[in-house]
């Protein structure tokens, strides 16, 4: 019997300071879009695994995936403000159950 249990927690910002447009000959110009396009993007899961060797080659595994994805305009958080935002995002849960059962076919009376 083993239990493998992973929590991941992705956190990135995109902080834009200027705009440039490309005009034809292939060189930057200043541009006059001055839009807020700041994003702070975070992904959390987890995932929980257990899995239960029952027979020679013969197991069964049950899986958890839990899965939060959030996106806003808000940059100017620290880590546990962000992570309290992410954390009480929608999230995405799944649970998968498979059965493996080895048949030695030396042992069939056919």
Do not use: M
């Not at 257990?50 to 069964?60: N, T, V």
């Not at 595994?61 to 305009?73: A, C, G, P, Q, R």
């Not at 100017?76 to 030695?104: A, E, G, M």
């Amino acid at each position: 019997l083993s239990l493998c249990l992973r929590l991941r927690h992705y956190w990135s910002e995109a902080v834009y300071n200027s705009f440039y447009e490309l005009d034809n000959k292939g060189e930057l110009q200043p541009s006059t879009y001055n839009e807020d396009e700041d994003i702070n993007y975070n992904a959390f899961t987890i995932d929980a695994n257990l899995k239960w060797y029952f027979a020679p080659g013969s197991e069964l595994l049950l899986v958890w995936k839990n899965s939060i994805f959030n996106e806003n305009k808000d940059i100017r958080l620290n880590y546990w403000n962000n992570f309290d935002k992410t954390i009480s995002s929608p999230q995405t849960n799944s649970l998968i159950v498979k059965l493996l059962y080895y048949v030695d076919s030396t042992t069939l009376p056919f």
